[in-house]
């Protein structure tokens, strides 16, 4: 039972680190394959609470090796506070293997981020502030500096001399900032030099040493299906392959090494940032899900935009990533609903589509088509079994499966590690 792959189904946090730690005492190796510290994953133990932005949630189990891989973009000061953080709390972080191909994030990465949201005006993404897009359009323009240019300082200056030569020009005649010198960026990323030194190695030929070696291996996804920059909302999405794909090209194993696509998907929808999203809500049942829910961003602490769910949005998951299972996260928040909404299909304009419009304006333009279930009063966070469930509970989780086009495996009842209910294995199909 070799390579996992595990994303998330919707608009990002949809629990995915804790249902990465709910595989964590199975699994050998966990990999980040997309994303940087753009990501924000709560993982709740016991009385402790961690949130993990560049490292692989996966990291908090003991025994697993960690792994960065060439599809990240890494911020090293942020990598660096973030092994202090969890090495001061007591995780063993020294496993940690960062691939040689995956991409630096500089200060001119997170200037440019910064100052090209506020340009934008109106048209703006709402970006996380941290880099991510400028670090991936260099990465594709071939002028992106590699975690292996580290090592050679001569090769380091010639290409952040490239990197910075235009784009000094922009900084300095477009928007109105200072220059940014090559030594200023160049002796910052000398300094990191003997720190990352040993971490540093091909994780591609790690990855399928281990994986012929019969290791099971998690792909953690950061951000979701619909923030992939292929897939999802663009432009409102984030650089990188989010998708089950992304794990491919992202670590550098073959896509036949995958037997598991596992979805995170939440029992209703959360946004953060601009962009469409066609359930909505802007009323009471929206602050009832955000304070319920506590739908504040782990990265920005931005208040999530909360709606309810969407199926459409969950067999266009399905599609793209050829989900084998999900994972249902957050039910207990929709306890004390009189009734809940799911949306089944749109409405555009007096057309009814019953999937994902592949036109952007379209999308920009539904409006869901709901159905409505009873809900449920009981308090269901002690649930461990699915029988435990109050019928209007079980009945959602039904409906809700039969319209998401892959099996509900596993459903989240609370945020500790425990409070989950197993219906299927999620390594076994
Ligand atoms: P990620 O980015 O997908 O890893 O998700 P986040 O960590 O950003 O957001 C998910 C939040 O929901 C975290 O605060 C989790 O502790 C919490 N959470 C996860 N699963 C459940 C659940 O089943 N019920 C409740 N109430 N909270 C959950
Ligand atoms: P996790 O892994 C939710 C969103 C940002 C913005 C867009 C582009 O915790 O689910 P970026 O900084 O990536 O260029 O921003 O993507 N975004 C996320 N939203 N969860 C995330 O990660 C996100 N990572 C990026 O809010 O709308
Ligand atoms: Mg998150």
């Known amino acids: 039972m070799p390579a996992i792959v595990l994303i998330g189904a919707q608009w990002g946090d949809e629990g995915k680190g804790k ?8 699994i050998d190796y966990v990999v980040k394959f997309n994303g940087g510290n753009n990501a924000g994953h709560t993982v709740v133990i016991g009385d402790q609470k961690y949130a993990l932005h560049l490292l692989p949630s996966g990291i908090l189990s003991e025994g697993v090796t960690p792994v960065i891989a060439n599809g990240v973009v890494i911020d090293i000061e942020v990598l660096f506070d973030e092994l202090d953080a969890l090495t001061a709390r007591g995780v063993d972080v020294s496993r940690l293997k960062i691939s040689a191909n995956a991409h630096v994030i500089t200060h001119y990465h997170r200037t440019l981020d910064r100052v090209t ?19 991936y359009a260099d990465k594709i323009n ?25 784009k000094n020009h922009m900084l300095v005649k477009i928007y109105n900032r200072r220059a940014i010198t090559v030594d200023e960026i160049v002796d910052t990323l000398l300094s990191y030099v003997e720190r990352l030194r040993p971490m540093v190695v091909d994780t591609s030929l790690d990855l399928n040493t281990a994986l012929d070696e019969g290791k099971i291996v ?60 066609p359930t909505e809500l802007h009323d009471e049942s929206g602050e009832f899900l ?5 739908e504040f961003g782990t990265t920005t602490g931005r208040p999530r935009r909360t709606g309810w769910y969407d199926a459409p949005i969950a067999r266009y998951t399905s599609r793209i990533n050829g989900v084998t299972d999900f994972v249902l996260t957050k039910l207990d928040v929709l306890t004390g609903l009189e009734t809940i909404p799911v949306c089944v299909a749109y409405d555009v304009d007096g057309r009814r589509f019953d999937e994902v419009p592949s036109s952007q304006s379209d ?22 079994e699915f029988s435990d469930l109050p019928q209007a509970a079980q009945d959602y989780v039904l409906a809700v499966e039969k319209m998401s086009g892959a099996r509900i495996s ?20």
Not at 150 to 162: C, G, S, T, Y
Not at 257 to 277: E, L, Q, S
Not at 367 to 378: D, H, L, N
């Open 19 to 26: 249902a990465t730690d709910l595989l964590g005492d199975r």
């Open 363 to 384: 999308f920009h333009h539904a409006k869901p088509i709901y159905e409505e279930f009873p809900g449920w009063t009981e308090d269901i966070t002690g649930a461990r």
């Open 410 to 429: 596993a459903i989240g009842v609370g945020p500790g590690r425990d409070a989950i209910i197993q219906r299927h294995d999620l390594l076994e199909s």
């Open 290 to 294: 955000r304070a319920a829910g506590f």
């Open 142 to 166: 071939r002028v992106g500096i590699r975690m292996q240019d580290l090592f050679d300082e001569n090769i380091l200056r010639q290409k952040v001399e490239a990197a910075l030569y235009s």
């Open 117 to 135: 949201e506020r340009f934008l005006g109106k048209r703006q993404i709402g970006t996380t502030g941290r880099g991510i897009g400028p670090t």
């Open 218 to 277: 998690l792909f953690e996804g950061g951000q979701a299906t619909m923030l992939d920059v292929d897939h999802g909302t663009y432009p409102f999405v984030t650089s990188s392959n989010s998708t089950a794909g992304g794990a491919v090209t992202g670590s550098g194993i073959g896509p036949t090494r995958v037997d598991r696509v596992i979805a995170v998907v939440k029992a209703y929808t959360t946004r953060v940032g601009a962009g469409p999203f």
